[in-house]
């Protein structure tokens, strides 16, 4: 039978001249071995030596330090920077040269680099799509498979992690924490830059609900969002997930000094992958492991960190996962309430204010150091911890503060730019003056007994009153899916004074989808300050405004969240100076009950008719929700416990074998 035109096509041009190698003489020189390896060492040691002048390496050159590089790098980059292939996102596109001048360094100094690559997707990419469902399990996944890479090399001596973005970083720094016993870095992959005249990356992903209610023309969303991402590489311009996480990893003391936050693929980025490559090194002749950096004490000031700079919401569920990998306590909620009571928000940033700048700016302004410095004078940080350096929070501390790096970056920022750095990271008087509100709250009541959170420091201040509380009382309009929810928001189905309830996308749902495309809609429409929204899924760390995520427990392990209906009252009320919140229900006649009234309500109902897990939701997530609910769900950081995964399975099997029949 002839083969068509389409299999000639793929098979390409056939007259070529086969002449195939069959042998090969072989890298030059010898091993350096030994009586002693040879009877020693175990065969994968000296057939790794093997393996290693098999790809190029010098036999003369075996005997240096094995540094493990892995990083997210995404897409293929030709020789000029230009695409061969596209990667996810551009947080991911230039991490690669950041692994290459890691390896150099470690090179020159005498060691032997090898990297290893798991890369990471983007929720900004896949807002409002099945491919959410896969985003927050992805993250234990490519934290295990890292692990695994780690300790698949079992010569190396020291770990660096290179990572960016809302996935990738937290599961590098969970994937590092685990490693207990050996000398870990981050290096975390900087910011894009924003466009000279345009919108950044989170307005950018409103232009369909703009458009759609007449806010923005379409030649207008044309322009705006292909110019939004303005350079290549980094992270989104905003302090959403992904600059937290960055800045998250340095208040760790995971990262050198100062590099939270730096513009992807200038020199001062490149420069602080060949400063951690030297600390890796040093960590590794020192004997310093991540158990010496990562201890209860640095968790919490990690915490106060992400207090001070306004961070995402959704650190509550990495810095836990972080916690306990490194076998530490776990923050509970309390212990974020109490902290944001104690912690003044210090950073004016996007998306928070009161002074909208990008993140390039807040790394001129000092960065976390920078931010450090306050804290300390408050009291409010641990000095004595240890960094990758080698030396105490507290002497770094004083290195940045007389440093001809911090005055020569606040001074280009104010000479170059115009910006006074300290509107950017505020003293703590010039914040309270300002207005600027603690970080994060945390309602509970009868839809929320568990409890919710709430990025407080980013409600409208035009909607909270002269005493600092946001009160809104308002009829529920419910959805069961994003798709829905949005719709309605593009059609008017959502009016000022709603209160918007998306339910049943938590863990068992979605995987616990993100609703930025929800959220963004509502920050950038005229009348969206007036709409609150409810959820037991989460958020973007980019999103604002009156919205209620992680409610617990979520709707489809029986929280009553899942029993709202179209036109009940909800009472919200956020108390921004005291931090103390409440989400009640409050009846569903003419006017508005009590909180009372409405739990009774409440428990007399069955779930919403249109309760029911995605259809969508792939088998993959179904088995990490399941065993992160086992876990400690959302609370614990959604992660693995393994014990109590295994004491699980245990007292399911005796259950079902008690079931049996008896022969």
Request: proline share 6%; with cysteine.
């Amino acid at each position: 039978m002839a083969v068509d035109s389409n299999f000639e096509h793929i098979m390409g041009d056939q007259k070529q001249h086969f002449r195939v190698q069959t042998h090969a003489p072989g890298p030059a020189g010898s091993l350096p071995l030994t009586p002693e390896l040879l009877r020693e060492s175990p065969s994968g040691d000296l057939f790794g030596w093997t393996q290693n002048v098999g790809m190029g390496w010098s036999p003369s050159r075996l005997l240096g330090k094995q540094v493990l590089i892995l990083g997210t790098q995404g897409g293929i980059r030709n020789e000029d920077g230009t695409p061969a292939a596209l990667g996810y996102h551009t947080g991911h596109w230039e991490v690669g040269l950041l692994m290459k001048e890691a390896a150099d360094e470690i090179t020159a100094a005498g060691g032997i680099p090898f990297a290893g690559y798991v890369s990471d997707p983007c929720d900004g990419r896949s807002q409002g799509t099945s491919g959410m469902f896969d985003s927050l399990p992805y993250r234990n996944d490519a934290a295990i498979v890292m692990r695994r890479l780690i300790r698949s090399l079992p010569t190396r001596s020291a770990v660096v992690g290179v990572a960016t973005c809302d996935k990738g970083l937290p599961a590098s720094m969970i994937a590092l924490a685990g490693m207990r016993g050996l000398p870990v870095v981050v290096v975390p992959g900087g910011v894009t830059l924003p466009p000279e005249n345009g919108e950044d990356a989170g307005k950018i992903q409103t232009i369909g609900a703009r458009y759609s209610n007449g806010e923005l023309s379409l030649a207008e969303a044309a322009d705006l969002g292909c110019r939004a991402c303005a350079t290549p590489g980094g992270g989104c311009q905003f302090l959403g997930t992904a600059g937290t996480a960055q800045v998250v990893a340095e208040a760790l003391g995971l990262t050198v000094p100062h590099a939270a936050l730096a513009p992807s693929g200038q020199p001062v980025w490149l420069e602080m992958a060949r400063q951690s490559a030297r600390a890796a090194l040093h960590l590794a002749e020192a004997g310093l492991t991540s158990a010496a950096i990562l201890t209860d004490a640095a968790i919490r000031n990690a915490m106060v960190v992400h207090a001070a700079f306004g961070g995402s919401t959704n650190l509550l569920l990495h810095i836990p996962a972080i916690a306990h990998a490194a076998g530490l306590r776990v923050p509970t909620a309390e212990d974020w309430a109490e902290v944001n009571r104690a912690v003044p928000r210090l950073v004016s940033v996007l998306p928070n204010g009161p002074e909208y700048h990008p993140t390039v700016m807040v790394f001129l302004a000092g960065g976390v150091p920078e931010v450090m410095l306050h804290l300390r004078k408050l009291g409010l940080l641990d000095e004595q911890v240890l960094t990758v350096t080698g030396q105490t929070l507290g002497a770094v501390l004083d290195w940045w503060e007389a440093s001809e790096r911090r005055a020569g970056m606040r001074r280009y920022l104010l000479e170059s730019e115009g910006i006074d750095p300290d509107t950017v990271i505020y003293t703590p008087e010039r914040a309270r003056a300002a207005g600027m509100m603690s970080t994060v709250t945390f309602p509970t009541g009868n839809i929320a007994p568990e409890g919710s959170v709430i990025k407080s420091a980013a409600i409208d201040p035009s909607v909270v009153d002269g005493s600092g509380v946001f009160r809104h009382i308002g009829r529920a309009k419910v959805f069961t899916t994003e798709r829905a929810a949005i719709r309605a928001i593009k059609t008017g189905g959502i009016e000022a004074g709603d209160v918007m309830a998306l339910i049943g996308r938590g863990p068992l749902g979605t995987g616990m989808e993100e609703t930025y495309q929800l959220t963004s809609a509502l920050k950038h429409l005229s009348y969206g300050n007036q709409v609150s929204l409810l959820t037991d899924a989460r958020f973007s760390g980019v999103s604002t405004g009156a919205c209620i995520g992680h409610i617990g427990p979520e709707a489809l392990a029986g929280g009553p969240v899942g029993k709202l209906r179209d036109g009940d009252w909800i009472d919200i009320r956020v108390d921004l100076q005291n931090l103390e919140a409440s989400i009640h229900m409050v009846g569903s006649a003419e006017n508005p009950g009590t909180p009372e009234q409405g739990a009774a309500e409440l428990a007399s109902r069955t779930p919403h008719p249109g309760l029911a897990e995605d259809p969508d939701l792939p088998d993959d997530t179904r088995l990490w929700a399941a065993l992160q609910s086992v876990s400690g769900g959302t609370w614990r950081g959604c992660v693995y416990d393994t014990e109590l995964i295994l004491r699980t399975l245990e007292a399911g099997k005796r259950a079902l074998a008690a079931e049996e029949p008896a022969l």
